[in-house]
């Protein structure tokens, strides 16, 4: 993590960010605490007229249709706590969706800005947990803690009222055992947070640990490493086993507590009006205690707790989402930290693709590896680049691409409305060939993917496979050779609508018949007017370009019609 990135976090604490993050669904979150407030009044009328039905009953005897009006009370008070309930319900689950849908876009456009370079050093296997588990534990905060707080805070202080204006010693009661579980609940919610931060590592590393052995599993077991492999994951999945063990019984321990303090307040209460009611107490208000006054403290008591209660059955929420946080804010801060790929000031000129002046790139704890670096591209040119292995090239494309940002220079590149991207090893996802394709052009028909085929020279291969397009692709290309997937990106290349592709080393480890099927398929690319950089070493990609380019030293150097000839000459003999 960047510096920029740790002071970002320092000055917005995960509090603050998850704070920051019902902005827009403000909406949802006060139509959460609106109805609970209201289902905590309905609650207050419902004990209300229950007492006051009873007291008629037993004290003055009157007959049922003379409590019909506490009757009716208590049945719409049932009804309205009901349908409250329901929509705080609603309104929170519409609240976390809502915030989750949000972070989780904003998490996505992060990792497309920020490349497959920088999250190199990334395991996916982490970035999935992020992108999944993390944005997940986000929800219970927004859905039923953050309404939950601010109704236990309002609905408990309307009860003490209520309480205090019938007899003000049960509510000096309520009032001193109230603090008592907002106490508990900020103890436990420190070393909470702190257990669910380990969690979302563990699960991680786990996540990581297993996805490399599975990929690994022909090598392991080759070396005879299966059974130990084996181990390790039972290893790292004990290790996250006990750490969820752990936090679950945090969990459960810290509601038992809590529930036994809120049991032991009720009980007090209770005492204290039964032996007011014998008149057994005299101090104060006891005395003047009745049916009516003693019933409704002591089914407002329950009730005076209930909203806290709930909430520290949901404070568990908080501490996930605490955790969650971390890694997030860290993740995003990264990506808004991130250098602009394009200075403003420098713009294409109505023929040009790709402008560079003066373009610097250093990687971390390394020297310059290239630049300066001045180059204009024209549309429909074809370029080649070449030189050793680390010269540089690879870099060149990823700052074309905007993979990386440049260190220094300004650089302008077309791209609307994209650019194409190949490379030695072409992206191939679980699924059929059909639907490998559409990554890049999601609309197009099934006659344009066989004419793309087509183009790249995979006519026959399609012709010959029973299931045609729906032919099943395993993740990284089981199903496929090596120039087969080659062949396949070149396919996508010409679905794709992008005027600039950039290429490195695309014929790289193929044998001579499929070296020769995808030059081809570059040379129909050249004819359909697409512009073409290439980073590579052979000989016939070389012929074909306009112009031709060596980078020594991190700078460019223009290779002279001699010297392309004795390179290529070179090339050919080092073949043979």
Known sequence: MSADSQNRRSANPPRAWLKQQTHGVERWYRGAVGCGLIAGAATLAQMGGLAWTVD????????????????????????????????????????????????????????????????????????????????????????????QMVVAALVPLIYLVAVLWLDWLAGIWLLIAAPVIPLFMALIGMGAQRLNEAQFQAVTRLSGHFLDRVRGITTLKLFGLGERSVTEVEAVAHDYRRRSLKTLRVAFLSSAVLEFFAAVSVAVVAIYIGFGLLGYINYGPAGSLNLFSGLFILLLAPEFFQPLRTLSQHYHDRASALGAAEGLQTLLAEGESLTPQEEAGLTLAGDEAVRLERV??????????????????????VIALVGPSGSGKSSLLQLMAGFVAPDGGKLAVQRTPGVGWMDQRALIVQGTLAENLRLVAPEASDTQLQEALTQAGLARWLAASDRGLETPLGERGVGLSGGEGQRLALARLFLSSAPLLLLDEPTAALDAVTEREVIAGLQRLVAHGRTLIVATHHSEIMAMADRVYAIEGGTLHRVASQDLRDRVSHHDEEVC
């Open 56 to 147: 008629r009953l037993v004290t003055y005897h009157a007959s049922l249709e003379q409590t019909f009006g506490g009757v009716a009370v208590i049945v719409i008070a049932v009804m309205v706590r009901a349908i409250a309930q329901a929509g705080q319900e609603r309104c929170g689950l519409e609240c976390g969706l809502r915030v989750k849908q949000r972070v989780r876009r904003r998490v996505l456009e992060t990792l497309a800005a920020l490349g497959p370079v920088r999250l190199a050093s990334r395991h996916s296997a982490g970035l999935a947990s992020q992108v999944v588990d993390q944005v997940e534990a986000l929800e219970g905060y927004y859905a039923r803690f953050l309404p």
């Open 360 to 381: 610097e790139l250093r990687h971390a704890g390394r020297d310059r590896l290239l630049g300066p670096v001045t180059l204009s591209v024209k549309r429909g040119e």
